[in-house]
C-alpha cells in the first residue's frame, strides 16, 4: 500500500530538490545502508557496537585501493568493500562470542581507535593523516564523476544524482534483506538472543554462529556504506571514521527505532540532516568566531536526542507513527502492526 | 635505568589518575549495572570547572577544587535523579546509550561555552618538579599520587566500615533484597553518581595537569580509563584500581620504548590491544568473576 | 530411557543435594517435589545442564548428558521450561514457536536474507502451527507475547517446548504465579500432552494438587536427601513425607 508510494517518492525527490539539498540526501541514503546494518547488529541481535566506523572505513579504504590505486571496476571493488569489512566482522565475532554486552561495548571501542590508528599511519594505503582521494564510481559506460552528467530522454541526471539512485538501490537491497532476515530463521534467532541470551542455547539456539553472523551481515553493509559515501565525498582523512561516526549511527537507528524496518532510513534523516538544517538557524555566529558553532551545536542536539528518545519513546520515530496510528484507530496493541513497523508474519503470509 | 625510573614513575602517576577515573566507573556499575560513558564528559567538566573559577574568578586553588568536586557530585546525582531514574527499568543496552547521549551534549556544550582552544588550569604546581637522584619529579604528578591515595582510602573506608557504604554493597548484590530490607535504594543511586561525579573531577583534575591542560580532548583521553575497568573486573574497586595502574603503566611504558614501526602515538592505542588481548584469555577480565545467571 | 545414578551437587560446604537416584521411563511422568530449600531446582538445574554435579552419572538412552554442554541439549532431545519465563516478548507467539524449531533447521543468513529458504520456512511454520494447536493456542498464533496474559505466555513456552520434538520435557514449576483458573487449564494441558501426546516428562512442582492429578511417580526430596519415591497415593500417605512438610510432631498415620 504505502510501499509503491514511497518508491514514487523517492524516485522523483532528486529532481524537486536543490543542488545542496540533494548532496544532503544523498549521504543520508549511503548512511542509511550502514545504519540498516547496524539496525541488524544492535536491533536484531542486541550488540552494543561502537566500531561501526571501523566498518565504514575499511570499507572505504578497501575500494580506494582496488578502484582508485589499481582501476578495479566498480562492479567489483562496491561488494569489494563489503567483503572486507565482513572479514573484520568475521573476526570481532569470536571475541563478541566470548564477551558479553558491555565488556563487548568496550572492545568495539577500542576497535574504533586502533582502526583508526592503522588508518593514519598505513599512508600508502590512507594517505596517512593528510587523507587521500577516493575513485568516482563508473558502472560500464555511466561515469559518476562529479561534472558528468547523463541525459535519459529528456531529464538529466548530474553526479549527485547518479549517487543518489545507486545508493537507493543498494538501500532497498539491503532493506529487502534485512526484512527477509527478519521474518525467518536468523532474525529471530537474533531477537531471543537479544532478549533471553542465557536461555537462548538452552532453546536450541547456535548463540555462536548468530552473533558471528550479525557481526558479519552487519559489517559488510558498513563496508559498502563507507565505500560509496568516501567515493561520493571524493576524498576523505583518516580522522572521519571516529567515535563520533559510530555514535552517529547508533544516534540514527535509537532516533529511527530500535530493530524496525524503516528505523534505518528515518533515523538518518534526522541525524545526518540535522547539521545542514542546523546550519540555517539564524542566531549562529559565523563560522569561526568563537561561541556556539553548528558542530558544537550538532553534537549538542544528537545527544539530547539520544536521551530524549530513550527516555520517552525507545522505539524510535516508528514506536511514536504506532502510538499515532493506534489512537488513531483504536486498533489492538501488538497484533495488527503495518508494514512500516515490525512485520507481523501473518501479514507477510496471510 | 634512569629513564626507566622516570617512565616508572610517570606511569604511576598516570596510573594513578586512570585509578581514579576506573572507579567512578566501577562505583557506578556495581550499583545499577549502567557504564557511565559520560564520564569522560564529567572528567572534563571537572576539569572545565576547576580551571574556570581559578582562573576566571580567581578562587584560590584548593577551594576551586572542592567546589567543583562538590558541583559535579551534586551533577552527577542530579543526572541520576533526572535522567537515569525515568528509564531504570530499561535494559542496561539503555542506560548505557543514555550516558552515551549525555556525554556527547555535555562535551559539545562545554565547548561551546568555553572554545577549544587549551585553558590554564589555575593550578599552583605548573611545571614545577624536583629530583631524586635522575629521577625528575613533578609537583603535579607527585600530588596525583598523593591524591589518588587519599581518594582510595577514603573510598575504601566508606565502603567497609560506614552505613551508606554497606548499602551500596547491599543494592549492587540485590536491589529488590535490598529494597524489601527498607533501604533507600534511590538515596544509594543518588550518592553513588555523586561519587561518580567527584571522582570524575579529581580525574580530570590531575589529566589536566602540566604538560597537559584543559582542553575538549580530554574527554577521549578518559576513554583510555576503560580498558583499566575492563581489565580490573568490571564490579571490583580493587580491580578497578590495579587495572587503572596496569594501563597508566603500560601506556607511559609504550610512549618510551614502542619502535616507530608500530606507528606514531602508538601509546594511544596499546591500552586497548593490552585489554582485548588479556581478554581472549580471561572474558571477564582480571579480576572479574562470570555473573551468575538467573534461568 | 532417563537414569540419574548418585547425582549430588555442592556449593562449597553447601550441599544442594546428593545421592539422589532414579529411573525415568519412556512416557512417564515423574513429579519432584519437597519443602523449600529441599534442592529440587538444584536438582532440576543440574538435569538442564546449567551447574555440574561432583558426583553421579545421568544418561538418556544410554547417552551421557553429563558430557554434553547446555547448547547441545536441544539436539540430545531436552526441552525445558524456565521460571523466569522463556519467551521472547517482542516475538510473536508463532515465532517463539519457530525459535524451539531452530535446531532442526538449515537456513543460513545469506539463504533466508535472498528469500530462498521460503520452503523451509513454511514446512516449519507449518509444524509450528501444530504445536500451537496441540497446546490449544494456535488462535495467539500471530499474537505478540509481550501483550499476551502470563498464562497464554506459559503456553506459548510450552507449545516452544512440544515444537522441540523432544525426547523429554523438562518442566520448571509450570504452574507458578497462576491464578486457579489458569492452574487447572495448565494442569488439564499437562495431563493431555502426556497422556495423548506421549511426552516424558519431568516435573519440579510445588503445587500438590497438580502433582497428584497428573504424576505416575513422584520423588520426595527433603534437606537434599531423597526420602521416598513411588505413586502419587502412597507418597501422599508416607509418614516421612507429612513429617518433611508438616515438621516433627505432626505427622499422622495413614
Known sequence: MTLPLLVVVAVVLPFALSAAQLTTATFVVIAAIGATGLNILTGYAGQISLGHAAFLGVGAYTGAVLGGDHGVSAFVWIPAAGVAAALLGAVVGPIALRLRGLYLAIVTLGLVFIAQHVFFNAGSLTGGPQGRAFPAVQLGSFDFSPGQVLDLGGVTIDSSGLYYFLGLVLLAAATAYAWNLRRTRPGRAMIALREREAAAAVMGIDVGRVKMTAFVVSSAMAGVSGALYASYLSFAQPGQWSLLMSIQFIAAVIVGGLGTTAGPLLGCIVVFALPSLLKQLPFLPAEGSGGLSAGDLTSITYGLLIVAFLSFEPRGIVGIANRLRRTGNGSDVGSRASKLTVTTPEEAHP | ?295 | MLAVRDLSLRFGAICAFEDVSFDLAKGELLAVIGPNGAGKSSLFNVLSRVYRPQTGTVTLDGEDLLARRPRDLAACGVARSFQNLGVVGELTALENVLVGRDHLMRAGALRSGLGLARAEERAQRDAARLALRIVGIEDLAGHVVATLPYGDRKRVELARCVAMEPKLMLLDEPVAGMSAAERAAMTTLLARLHRDEGITMLLVEHDMGVVMQIADRVLVLDFGRPIAEGPPAEIQRDDRVIRAYLGEGLAVSA
Open chain 2, 1 to 295: 635505568m634512569s629513564e626507566f625510573l622516570q617512565l616508572l614513575f610517570q606511569g604511576v602517576a598516570l596510573g594513578s589518575t586512570y585509578a581514579l577515573i576506573a572507579l567512578g566507573f566501577v562505583v557506578v556499575y556495581r550499583a545499577s549495572g549502567v557504564i557511565n560513558f559520560a564520564q569522560g564528559a564529567m572528567l572534563l567538566a571537572g576539569a572545565y570547572t576547576i580551571s574556570w573559577l581559578a582562573t576566571d574568578l580567581g578562587v584560590a586553588f584548593l577551594p576551586a577544587v572542592l567546589i567543583a568536586v562538590v558541583l559535579l557530585a551534586a551533577a552527577g546525582a542530579a543526572f541520576q535523579a533526572v535522567v537515569l531514574r525515568r528509564v531504570s527499568g530499561e535494559q542496561p543496552f539503555v542506560l548505557v546509550m543514555m550516558t552515551i547521549g549525555a556525554g556527547i551534549a555535555v562535551t559539545a556544550l562545554i565547548e561551546a561555552l568555553f572554545g577549544a582552544d587549551p585553558r590554564l588550569l589555575g593550578d599552583p604546581w605548573g611545571a614545577s618538579s624536583f629530583h631524586v637522584g635522575a629521577v625528575t619529579i613533578s609537583w603535579v604528578k607527585l600530588w596525583s599520587i598523593v591524591v589518588t591515595v587519599a581518594a582510595l582510602g577514603a573510598y575504601f573506608a566508606f565502603d567497609r566500615y560506614t552505613r551508606w557504604g554497606v548499602a551500596v554493597q547491599a543494592t549492587a548484590e540485590d536491589e529488590e533484597a535490598t529494597l524489601s530490607l527498607g533501604v533507600p535504594v534511590r538515596r544509594v543511586h543518588l550518592i553513588t553518581w555523586a561519587m561518580a561525579g567527584a571522582l570524575a573531577t579529581l580525574g580530570g583534575l590531575f589529566l589536566a595537569g602540566f604538560p597537559a591542560s584543559p582542553e575538549p580532548g580530554l574527554g577521549d583521553a578518559a576513554l583510555r580509563a576503560f580498558p583499566a575497568i575492563v581489565l580490573g573486573g568490571l564490579r571490583s574497586p580493587g580491580g578497578a584500581v590495579v587495572g587503572g595502574l596496569l594501563i597508566g603503566l603500560t601506556e607511559v611504558m609504550t610512549s618510551g620504548y614502542a619502535p616507530s614501526s608500530l606507528g606514531d602515538n602508538f601509546y594511544a592505542v596499546a591500552p586497548y590491544i593490552a585489554m582485548i588481548l588479556i581478554l581472549l584469555v580471561r572474558p571477564y577480565g582480571l579480576f572479574g568473576r562470570a555473573p551468575a545467571e538467573r534461568l
